[in-house]
């Protein structure tokens, strides 16, 4: 079983950068595939980038590639997500979120979850 907690989510104009981080307890984290979720209100989770154990292959949905990157640090235990150009369309909750198997694409291999951070985007 593994614990995470967000942070770094707030407040940011369009166009602005934000990066959140993910911290995560137990002794297993480098077995776990890792991922970013969002859900802004009235709309579903959505996997919005996801890395593989290693660290080495990554995902993105098609609404942020070319401006979010997923990255994370085995040994601190950690994974991040550094958003630049942030649109209103970002706003949202931003949850961390692990896959005991590996699958770091599939929505549902995804079975551990953070309580989440807010990100909100202003016009």
């Known amino acids: 079983q593994v614990q995470l907690v967000e942070s770094g989510g707030g407040l940011v104009q369009a166009g602005g950068s934000l990066r959140l981080s993910c911290a995560a307890s137990?002794?297993?984290?480098?077995?776990?595939?890792m991922g970013w979720f969002r859900q802004a209100p009235g709309k579903e989770r959505e996997l919005a980038a996801g890395i593989s154990r290693s660290g080495g292959n990554s995902y993105y949905a098609d609404s942020v590639k070319g401006r979010f990157t997923i990255s994370r640090d085995n040994a601190r235990k950690r994974v991040y997500l550094q958003m630049n150009s942030l649109k209103p369309e970002d706003t949202a909750v931003y949850y961390c979120?692990?896959?005991?198997?590996?699958?770091?694409?599939?929505?549902?291999?995804?079975?551990?979850w953070g309580q989440g951070t807010q990100v909100t985007v202003s016009s």
């Open positions: 979120a692990s896959a005991r198997f590996g699958d770091y694409v599939r929505k549902d291999a995804y079975d551990y």
């Open positions: 137990g002794r297993t984290f480098s077995s776990y595939a």
